[in-house]
């Protein structure tokens, strides 16, 4: 979707990755010391740490210890930036060789959504960013790429292959962005996860208007097993996940 880009100016912008220019940087005047990598990983490290509502360019520049104009000499607007580092993290994902010889693409369907999840949540910043940019980035190309190949190795018809893969990474998608909110909101709380969700269940347990639905909760995750928070997600995560492939097996059975 076209964005309009006050602070460029300029309308109907859709993606650093469209633009036709060199960066700045290639273009001489730079200041030295600096480069689009550099900012790129300073972004993401001062995402990760403080999040995307306290990100400004003035914050970025106090942390790389020079002016916000310096930054302007390799991104033309924040929303550059962003996309940038967006991409910068799909970097961190390892990809499978679909083309290896004996790999199973159950494997590495399996492989390839637990990375992204765990990716979600190291980075909860990242989901709103995917909602927002093109994600036609040089890591996020590489990693739909291995993805579209996997899922070509199941066996479903090309009419289905796109809705192979929404089903399996929207779920992952939003699995992720959800638990990657839950951490980083207990990480607010100065509470580990296991205390948080003991704290929450109980208060919810005293409220007449929660309290049946938590009795039948209760039950839910007492079937589920798992003593902590994070064996449960994972838990919840594998079971879910074998439900997508071996209905993707059944699909391809009827054929």
């Known amino acids: 979707m076209a964005k309009t880009s006050s602070s460029s100016g300029r309308s109907a912008r859709t993606s650093v990755w469209l633009e036709q220019k060199a960066p700045r940087s290639a273009r001489g005047g730079q200041p030295s010391g600096l480069d689009r990598t550099r ?50 993290v799909f970097g961190e994902l390892p990809l499978p060789d679909p083309e290896a010889d004996g790999a199973d693409w159950r494997d590495q369907l399996r492989t390839l959504a637990t990375e992204y999840r765990g990716l979600l949540v190291r980075h909860p910043w990242l989901s709103p960013l995917a909602g927002t940019f093109l ?10 790429r291995v993805v579209q190949r996997v899922i070509r190795r199941t066996g479903l018809p090309d009419h289905g292959l796109t809705g192979a893969i929404s089903a399996v990474f929207q779920f992952v998608y939003g699995y992720g962005t959800i638990e990657g909110h839950f951490f980083a909101r207990v990480a607010d709380t100065g509470m ?26 209760k039950k839910l995750m007492a079937a589920r097993g798992g003593d902590t928070v994070a064996e449960m997600m994972e838990r919840d995560f594998t079971f879910a996940l074998d439900l997508l492939v071996a209905g993707i097996e059944a699909m391809v059975k009827r054929g």
């Open 39 to 88: 900012i790129t990983d300073a972004t993401v490290r001062l995402l990760d740490a403080e999040g995307l509502a306290k990100f400004s360019m003035r914050r970025l520049a106090t942390e790389l210890n020079v002016t916000a104009m310096s930054v302007y000499w390799y991104v033309d607007t924040k929303d550059d930036l962003l996309e940038l580092a967006l991409d910068a």
């Open 135 to 144: 994600n036609i980035g040089p890591n996020n190309l590489s990693f739909s």
């Open 192 to 217: 580990t996860p296991d205390d948080y969700f003991r704290h929450a269940m109980t208060t919810f347990d005293g409220a007449p208007t929660t309290a049946e639905i938590v009795a039948e909760s």
